[in-house]
């Protein structure tokens, strides 16, 4: 791939332009993750749920930076793919990811719904 570009006029002026070109397939999110959309998750605030989800780039060596939202927070996790979070009160939580790549290309999943119940209530 050429990287410039030289533009002459009808007098012989010229302009060059040096340029890079970047090839980058974005990234992309399975929509499978753990807890799927609607799951029923028991424990308690004291019991550490995962949650697992595949995040793929295809271009090679790009970093893909992870978030996760948890009931409207963001954690920032990085390149992992899997998280342990604890705390959740009994009821409707939501969650969803997001993931962007070294070149600003970005994905996500929609909001996804899933429900505590507490194990231990009353006990």
Not at 1 to 17: A, F, H, M, Q
Not at 52 to 64: A, K, Q, T
Not at 100 to 113: F, H, R, T, V
Request: aromatic share 10%.
């Amino acid at each position: 791939i050429p990287n410039r570009l030289v533009v002459e006029d009808r007098e012989g002026s010229t302009l060059e332009k040096k340029f890079t070109v970047t090839v980058n397939t974005p990234p992309w999110l399975s929509n499978i993750t753990t807890p799927a959309d609607g799951d029923t998750l028991y424990g308690n605030s004291q019991t550490p749920f995962s949650f697992v989800w595949l995040s793929i780039d295809n271009d090679e060596g790009d970093h893909l930076q992870n978030i996760l939202e948890i009931d409207g927070t963001r954690y920032q996790v990085g390149e992992l793919n899997q998280v342990f979070q604890s705390g959740f009160s009994e009821g409707s939580h939501t969650f969803r990811i997001l993931v962007e790549d070294s070149q600003g290309d970005k994905d996500s999943l929609p909001m996804q719904e899933f429900f505590v119940i507490d194990t231990l209530e009353g006990k």
